[in-house]
């Protein structure tokens, strides 16, 4: 069994779910009947605490906690990268690295593997061996078609998002050791800037707590007029599918799946989506969806905690004159 390792930048806000590589990392160890660790960098030993137990209880049987003082509060992708890069060349020359799926972690996982001549898997979502091989999974062509990998190298790196069944925890209290690292991170690096959106900009679903979103089944635009107008009543954002998004009745920015955003949102309102398998691997596992689709047999209603065999026109401006008056 090769090593597998989640790779697990704390304290940087961009990286919604840092321990999604955790038991991303789990799940993979345990399909070749192995155990995952886990490298937890911050900037202070002390604030790995709470880290340490989330690792722990995410499956990781081992774990390193690293500490590099330098590290600004907020780190950029350089820090982290030089401070990984370290780490890697020190203490792990082979095996399978796991970041968090995102736009940090598939950065950093595309930056490591150059910097470290391994071999990059991109967004994975699904990795296992077969024998000395490795083989990978992982979205194409907008999720259109999927790619499949096949490498012997030593050392890998990849992203992946938190799997939808988590592994068992390992059994027993982690093995645990702390290192404090001295390496150079960049000291000249501009501050990140902040831009505010144009006034006409969608909110991005990205973090928003409750997530309105339409499919192919809203049949146009005015389908999606009315989503927005429910998202402002809810304070929530507008979430779409690929085919809506293809359609021109939602921005890029707005499209929820595989092959777009991934949200976690506590509430998730479907109007006109299917549920197609690429479209739910973009909604966290702990999200309440409530599904209104005129097919009975439609797959989101396999998935909701709630769900209404009706077309949206008959729900949609019910709700929104309900909550106008409430």
């Known amino acids: 069994m090769r090593r597998v390792c ?119 979502t699904d990795i296992a061996w077969e024998g000395r091989t490795l083989l990978a999974r992982r979205p194409a062509y907008g999720g259109r078609a999927e790619a499949r990998l096949a490498t012997e190298a030593t050392l890998c790196l990849a992203a992946m998002r938190r799997p939808a069944a988590a592994a068992a925890p390992a059994g027993g209290a982690p093995a645990v050791r702390a290192v404090t690292l001295d390496v150079a991170l960049p000291g000249d690096l501009e501050p990140p800037g902040v831009a505010e959106p144009a006034a006409d900009a969608p909110r991005r679903p990205e973090g928003a707590r409750i997530v309105v979103a339409g499919g192919r089944g809203m049949g146009g635009a005015e389908g999606f007029a009315q989503l927005r107008e429910l998202a402002a009543l809810l304070d929530g954002a507008v979430g779409a599918s690929l085919p809506a998004v293809d359609a021109g009745w939602a921005a890029v920015a707005q499209q929820v799946g595989q092959s777009g955003a991934f949200v976690a949102p506590e509430l998730y309102l479907a109007f006109g989506l299917s549920g197609t398998a690429q479209h739910l691997a973009g909604i966290g596992p702990g999200t309440r969806i409530v599904a209104v689709n005129p097919d009975p047999e439609a797959e989101i209603f396999r998935v909701a905690e709630l769900g209404l065999v009706a077309p949206w026109q008959e729900v949609l401006p019910r709700l929104i004159g309900r909550l106008r008056r409430a």
């Open 6 to 124: 989640a790779l697990v930048p704390l304290g940087d806000p961009a990286i919604a779910d840092p321990f999604a590589a955790v038991a991303a990392a789990a799940a993979v160890a345990a399909r070749g009947g192995g155990q995952a660790s886990a490298i937890l960098l911050a900037r202070e030993a002390r604030r790995g605490d709470a880290a340490l137990a989330q690792a722990a209880r995410e499956g990781a049987a081992e774990i390193l906690r690293a500490a590099h003082p330098a590290l600004p509060e907020a780190p950029q992708a350089e820090h982290l990268l030089a401070a990984f890069a370290h780490l890697l060349r020190t203490e792990a020359r082979d095996g399978l690295f796991i970041l968090p799926a995102g736009p940090v972690g598939e950065e950093l996982a595309a930056r490591l593997a150059l910097r470290l001549d391994a071999v990059p898997l991109g967004r994975c």
